[in-house]
């Protein structure tokens, strides 16, 4: 028996943010391990889970329920952006261009959209937080945490994702 995917990011097909925030909303498990759970979302991967809570400053053990529904759908939002652009780039790059050191351009520099796209970060400076537990969060400088939720390791701020 095949079980429900729920909505494909992806695909971003009418609708499929409002049924995301509604089962993010409907349960009381941790956010962390709603985001694995294939018929909450379909196919969000451990890299973009830890790295879309970093960027919406979310706890990854605060309850789905618990989140507001505004908040919600701006999840699916940033899950559809990340990983939209992660199509498009063939690599997954969670940071945007002033966080990279060299070649990413500057936003004041007047470069378009377009010259941004074709120049890429080295790898370390693609994420926020996965594979950077130790080491200086990019926002406040806290040590990145690491921690096994939903049998998966999971990578956070513990500052800039406090409950
Ligand atoms: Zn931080």
Redesign the pocket.
């Known amino acids: 028996m095949l079980a429900r995917l729920g909505p494909d990011p992806l695909r971003n097909l009418p609708g499929d943010r409002d049924a995301f925030a509604a089962a993010i909303l409907a349960r009381r498990t941790p956010l962390a391990a709603l985001l694995m759970d294939q018929k909450v979302i379909a196919g969000i991967g451990n890299v973009y889970r830890a790295e879309l809570l970093f960027r919406q400053g979310l706890h990854p053990w605060l309850p789905g329920a618990g989140l507001a529904a505004d908040t919600a759908r701006r999840l699916w939002d940033d899950t559809v952006g990340m990983m939209s652009d992660g199509v498009r780039d063939g690599r997954i790059i969670t940071t945007p261009p002033r966080y990279w050191s060299g070649g990413g351009g500057d936003a004041s520099d007047g470069a378009s959209p377009g010259v941004l796209a074709a120049s890429l970060p080295v790898p370390e400076e693609s994420h926020f937080v996965y594979r950077r537990h130790g080491l200086d969060?990019r926002?406040?400088g806290?040590p990145v945490a690491l921690t096994e939720l939903a049998a998966r390791k999971l990578y956070w701020?513990p500052?800039?994702q406090a409950p």
């Open positions: 969060c926002d406040c806290t701020c500052a800039c």
